[in-house]
């Protein structure tokens, strides 16, 4: 397998259309799963992919929000699972700011049955990482980030993987200056586009500190990045993939990728 994201879920907070934003960092070797989605939608997907959980070597979270948390209970769930009946080697490590891996230990200890929760501490490992610290997992060298939040504390990171590739994502909210120094002139730049900048009056997105596919677009030359991901978009049709390209063209040259549900992209 060569080094891909797979999207599970490429929408907003309630989308009808497609699911919640939710990707695999993928290396021949192994995965980083990035936020979980928001519910057991996450777990049927990879189910149906026929998706060897033994890959998901690590878990980044984000932030604590219902629609990139939940679905990362499911996830650990079912490997715990795995790992009781003996199909999964080694440790699983899921990352995160301090106070939102104390939210994951207080959701599964509550919430899990006893025997997966008892892996906890021995297997399934709760890696609090600060800002700016850099760390292994899945095969990446990963330098997490604060994005500066308004609304709740949350984490984005730069990836750079074994050939020099760098992948940042900048989390679900506007960029902030701050983060420059980790965003500058990555390979891949994933960003959320709530919705077309034409479509601001009937979205507000600015009222609920979310971008739209212009903004990104002026962050990505800004920034230098070669390649633009959008996603966490509100429900647009089937056209959505064309607008949204269009949109950020208008102000950067670069490439531009809006994925669908259940698309892969090869670094």
Same mark, same amino acid.
């Given at each position: ?89 080694? $440790? ?6 301090? $106070? ?76 902030? $200056? ?81 994925? $669908? ?7």
């Amino acid at each position: 397998m060569s080094t891909s994201i797979l999207f599970l879920g490429t929408g907003d907070a309630m989308p009808m259309l497609r699911y919640n934003t939710c990707w695999l960092l993928e290396q021949p070797e192994a995965s980083l799963l990035v936020d979980g989605g928001g519910g057991l939608e996450t777990v049927k997907r990879l189910h149906r992919l026929n998706y060897d959980l033994n890959r998901i070597r690590a878990i980044f979270l984000t932030h604590g929000h219902t629609d990139h948390l939940l679905g990362a209970i499911w996830v650990l769930r079912s490997i715990g699972q795995q790992m009781r009946r003996g199909g999964y080697e080694g $440790e699983l490590r899921v990352l995160a700011h301090r $106070e939102l891996c104390e939210l994951v230990d207080t959701i599964c200890r509550t919430s899990l049955n006893g025997p997966v929760y008892d892996l906890f501490g021995s297997r399934i490992l709760l890696c609090p990482v600060e800002d700016g610290e850099t760390v292994a997992a899945a095969g990446l060298t990963l330098t997490a980030f604060d994005i500066h939040s308004v609304k709740l504390r949350q984490f984005g990171f730069r990836a750079l993987l074994p050939d020099g590739t760098s992948v940042v994502t900048l989390g679900d909210e506007p960029f902030q $200056e701050d983060c420059r120094p980790y965003a500058e002139g990555a390979d891949w730049l994933l960003s959320e586009a709530f919705c077309l900048y034409e479509d601001r009056e009937r979205y507000h997105p600015y009222r609920i500190s979310h971008a739209t596919a212009l903004d990104a677009g002026r962050n990505a030359a800004s920034l230098n990045a070669k390649n633009l991901v959008l996603y966490h978009t509100r429900d647009y049709g089937a056209d959505r993939r064309e607008r949204f390209t269009a949109e950020a063209q208008s102000v950067f040259s670069g490439n531009i990728w809006v994925p $669908e549900d259940l698309e892969r992209i090869n670094l």
